[in-house]
Nanobody, 121 residues
Framework: QVQLVESGGGLVQAGRSLRLSCAASGSIFSVDDLGWYRQAPGKQRELVATITSGGTPNYAESVKGRFTISRDSAKKTVYLQMNSLKPEDTAVYYC???????????????WGQGTQVTVSS
């Protein structure tokens, strides 16, 4: 059973930084594509950033230049470094694991429970 546990959310002032972590258990991890999504109140869940099993990142336009996704296969952890935070970044952030990365469609998709990020103006 794959489990994803996020941490690092909280309340921060605009312009500051936060780093989210997502630790995976029960998966191979190194062959999986990983991502961060977010959902603000009253809005649909949206993609923030993804990183392939090979380490190629992809970002939503709204976070390019401010957020950085990275992965540590030894620790089975994916990170989201969020700089220059804005009030519009306020949302619940969800970790996502899909795999294996070399197969389409994916054989499995898992989600974490989410972590709240609140940015005050």
């Amino acid at each position: 059973q794959v489990q994803l546990v996020e941490s690092g959310g909280g309340l921060v002032q605009a312009g500051r930084s936060l780093r989210l972590s997502c630790a995976a258990s029960g998966s191979i991890f190194s062959v999986d594509d990983l991502g961060w999504y977010r959902q603000a109140p009253g809005k649909q869940r949206e993609l923030v950033a993804t990183i392939t099993s090979g380490g190629t990142p992809n970002y939503a336009e709204s976070v390019k230049g401010r957020f950085t996704i990275s992965r540590d296969s030894a620790k089975k952890t994916v990170y989201l470094q969020m700089n220059s935070l804005k009030p519009e970044d306020t949302a619940v952030y969800y970790c996502n694991l899909q795999g294996p990365g070399f197969r389409r469609p994916y054989e499995y998709i898992y989600w974490g429970q989410g972590t709240q990020v609140t940015v005050s103006s």
